[in-house]
């Protein structure tokens, strides 16, 4: 993200009562700027705490952005500067508790300490005390780049690092264990990681013999005694195979790719007019969180590149997979085709409703007809800004309450009369339900009794 003028950052680290770290990226910010609903650097931080001194946030937020307006005097803010992070852990531990993201529980911090001076001095045996084995944990931070911030963080930050970039400590011994390997001989290292990162789909000749290969040519084999010229041919021609059928999928994944993209094109429409009866308020909040996650998609996909790379994935392809992104899409143009199905039909029931009415609003009655025989192509041009505008104003004039209504009726109310005003109101509030665009009304009740 960048960050917008005065604005502060820093992290904080908490752990949810499962026993996970988690990294909150907490900014103060003197006004809300569209920059804080930029995604979240995950190797860094979880979720977003934005601490705000003026402006609106969207009510649409994702899940991983927790907002909070503070006071304006810095006197206030001084007095409650202790407290400010422990008042944040509960909504902070909400939204981690609802992110994407969420991380399950994994093994302790000394775990993957351990197994990382194992790793590094593999053959040998690892150092006794608790002073050598942090020697070495220096050693292997300042030797291999890919664990600089085993020097540079602590405890949770630590933790939790581990478990974002490994995920379990057999993972992390063995990146340790393939630096290692590099050390030695950087074609033996290409060749390990690529069969670590080429995923094949089960059953196959080609995932038959990778579970061979990694038996055969392991980190550990290569540094304790090398790698033989066969185990190398062997790998070498697996490689080949690998490479010419993960290039006729990615091809195949390339043209699913295209078409997924004419099909958002051909959606255009749809996308246009939910656009549009979005800025109708009083058909209720609008639907934006599909059309951000469709944005997002679309965006995944045209950066596919044409041909594959030299790596074993490309795009986060994997061989008999496809897209990540390709199911994503088809999922949020059927959350926009449906909202905007579901907002016009709230809005002509709102119509009906006024023209049944009989308030004298003929133009309504042609908006309702044009719709009906509109296709979704040629909706967006049926409501042009000054139509907006006017069905706006229409649609929010409030019709009398049904304790007004009821007041109509029942100017006072005596004890032969409490049944049949129960009853009247009892009318006026189902009419008022039925007529509300989205089934609910809200009562405001009057200060005292006449």
């Not at 905007?340 to 007809?369: C, T, Y």
Request: aromatic residues 6%.
């Amino acid at each position: 993200m960048t960050n917008p003028p005065a604005a502060r950052r820093y992290l904080l680290y908490e752990r949810d009562p499962e026993g996970v770290p988690y990294a909150i990226e907490v900014v103060e910010a003197a006004r809300w700027s569209a920059a804080y609903l930029d995604l979240l650097d995950r190797d860094e931080a979880d979720i977003r705490l934005l601490r705000l001194r003026r402006g609106r946030p969207p009510e649409d937020r994702p899940a991983w952005l927790v907002v909070e307006m503070q006071p304006d005097g810095i006197g206030d803010l001084v007095a409650t500067y202790d407290a400010g992070a422990r008042a944040s852990r509960t909504p902070s531990a909400l939204a981690w508790r609802a992110c994407p993201w969420r991380r399950e529980p994994h093994p302790p911090l000394h775990e993957f300490l351990d197994a990382l001076v194992e790793g590094a001095t593999f053959p040998l045996d690892p150092p006794e005390g608790d002073t050598r084995r942090e020697e070495e944990r220096q050693r292997i931070a300042e030797r291999y780049d890919a664990f600089t911030p085993l020097a540079q963080l602590n405890a949770d930050a630590l933790e939790r690092w581990f478990a974002v970039r490994f995920g379990s400590p057999e993972a992390a011994v063995d990146a340790l264990l393939l630096a290692r390997v590099e050390e030695r001989d950087r074609s033996w290292a290409a060749r390990l990681r690529f069969l670590r990162e080429a995923e094949t789909p089960p059953g196959t000749a080609l995932a038959f013999d990778r579970m061979l290969l990694l038996e055969q040519a392991s980190p550990r084999r290569a540094l304790r005694e090398g790698l033989p010229p066969a185990v190398l041919a062997s790998l070498d021609e697996w490689m080949r195979r690998y490479r010419f059928a993960y290039d006729q999928h990615y091809a195949r994944v390339r043209r699913d790719t295209l078409a997924a993209l004419a099909g958002v094109e051909a959606a255009r429409p749809a996308r246009d007019a939910l656009a549009r009866l979005n800025r109708l308020t009083s058909l209720g909040p609008p639907e934006r969180a599909a059309e951000a996650a469709l944005d997002e998609a679309v965006a995944a996909l045209t950066s596919m590149p044409v041909a594959p790379g030299e790596g074993a994935t490309t795009a986060d392809v994997t061989l008999g997979g496809m897209h990540p992104a390709l199911e994503a899409v088809r999922d949020a143009l059927a959350v926009v085709e449906g909202a905007m199905r579901a907002r016009l039909a709230r809005l002509a029931q709102a119509l009906s409703s006024k023209i049944l009415a009989d308030e004298g609003l003929a133009e309504l009655e042609r908006v309702l007809r044009a719709m009906q025989a509109s296709e979704t192509a040629d909706l967006a041009s049926v409501f042009d800004d000054g139509l907006l505008e006017r069905l706006d104003r229409v649609l929010a004039d409030e019709a009398p309450s049904p304790f007004a209504r009821l007041a109509d009726d029942f100017p006072v109310v005596t004890d032969s009369d409490v049944n049949l005003a129960a009853a009247t109101f009892r009318m006026h509030l189902v009419a008022a339900v039925s007529s509300a665009p989205d089934g609910r009304i809200r009562l405001k009740p009057t200060a005292r009794l006449g």
